[in-house]
T-cell receptor, first 113, second 113 residues
Framework: AQSVSQHNHHVILSEAASLELGCNYSYGGTVNLFWYVQYPGQHLQLLLKYFSGDPLVKGIKGFEAEFIKSKFSFNLRKPSVQWSDTAEYFC???????????FGGGTRVLVKP | DAGVIQSPRHEVTEMGQEVTLRCKPISGHNSLFWYRQTMMRGLELLIYFNNNVPIDDSGMPEDRFSAKMPNASFSTLKIQPSEPRDSAVYFCATQGGWGNEQFFGPGTRLTVL
C-alpha cells in the first residue's frame, strides 16, 4: 500500500525566510503528486500538482515543488515566505490508475511577522 | 460555480443522537470523497463514490457510519448513534474527470458532547 511521509510536523520561521517542506512517498508504480494548503479555519486548497513532464512544478503564490523519482520525494519550496503563508501543508499521492488520494500527516508552518 | 457545498457548517449534538452531514458536489464532477480530520489522526479518507456508486469504504470506522449518494448532485454521511470520539471536521471533496485534483468543501465541524 502507498504511504506519504512528511517529516516536519511544525516549522517556525520569520518573514522573508526560505521554506522547504519535505515529502517522501512509498509506492512502486507511477504516481501523481499534490501539495494542498489549509489556512487557519479553512478548507484544503490545491497549491500545485505533478502528473508528468518537467519535474519542477510551479504553483500558486510563489510555491514550487520538485519531483525526484530516485528519491521518492516531492519537496515544496518557497524562496521568501510571508506572514500570510501561515497554514498547514499537506502532501498527497495518487496512483495514476486510481482516484484515491493518500495524504501525509501535514506540516504546520508558522511565519512570524 | 459555487464550489463544493457542505451543510451544516457546524453541528453540536449529544452522544447517542443521529447526525447527518450533507454535500453538494461541483456540477459535472463524478467522484465524491468524504474525509475526516482530527488532531490525532490527521486527514482520513472515509469513503468515495464514482458515478454515485461507492467504490471504497474501507475507511469507514464502524457500522455507525453510513454514506449515500442517491444522485449526482447530493451525498450524505450519517452517524448513528454519535459518540464523543466522532468529534472532528468532516470534509467532502469532489473530482471531475480522471486524474484531476480534488476540490474540497468548507467542512462540517462536528462536536458530540
Amino acid at each position: 500500500a502507498q504511504s506519504v511521509s512528511q517529516h516536519n510536523h511544525h516549522v517556525i520561521l520569520s518573514e522573508a525566510a526560505s521554506l522547504e517542506l519535505g515529502c517522501n512517498y512509498s509506492y512502486g508504480g507511477t504516481v501523481n503528486l499534490f501539495w494542498y494548503v489549509q489556512y487557519p479555519g479553512q478548507h484544503l486548497q490545491l497549491l500545485l500538482k505533478y502528473f508528468s513532464g518537467d519535474p519542477l512544478v510551479k504553483g500558486i503564490k510563489g510555491f514550487e515543488a520538485e519531483f525526484i523519482k530516485s528519491k521518492f520525494s516531492f519537496n515544496l519550496r518557497k524562496p521568501s515566505v510571508q506572514w500570510s503563508d501561515t497554514a498547514e501543508y499537506f502532501c498527497a499521492l495518487k496512483e495514476t490508475a486510481g482516484n484515491k488520494l493518500t495524504f501525509g500527516g501535514g506540516t504546520r508552518v508558522l511565519v512570524k511577522p | 460555480d459555487a464550489g463544493v457545498i457542505q451543510s451544516p457548517r457546524h453541528e453540536v449534538t449529544e452522544m447517542g443522537q443521529e447526525v447527518t452531514l450533507r454535500c453538494k458536489p461541483i456540477s459535472g464532477h463524478n467522484s465524491l470523497f468524504w474525509y475526516r480530520q482530527t488532531m490525532m489522526r490527521g486527514l482520513e479518507l472515509l469513503i468515495y463514490f464514482n458515478n454515485n456508486v461507492p467504490i471504497d469504504d474501507s475507511g469507514m470506522p464502524e457500522d455507525r457510519f453510513s454514506a449515500k449518494m442517491p444522485n449526482a448532485s447530493f451525498s450524505t454521511l450519517k452517524i448513528q448513534p454519535s459518540e464523543p470520539r466522532d468529534s472532528a471536521v468532516y470534509f467532502c471533496a469532489t473530482q471531475g474527470g480522471w486524474g484531476n485534483e480534488q476540490f474540497f468543501g468548507p467542512g462540517t465541524r462536528l462536536t458530540v458532547l
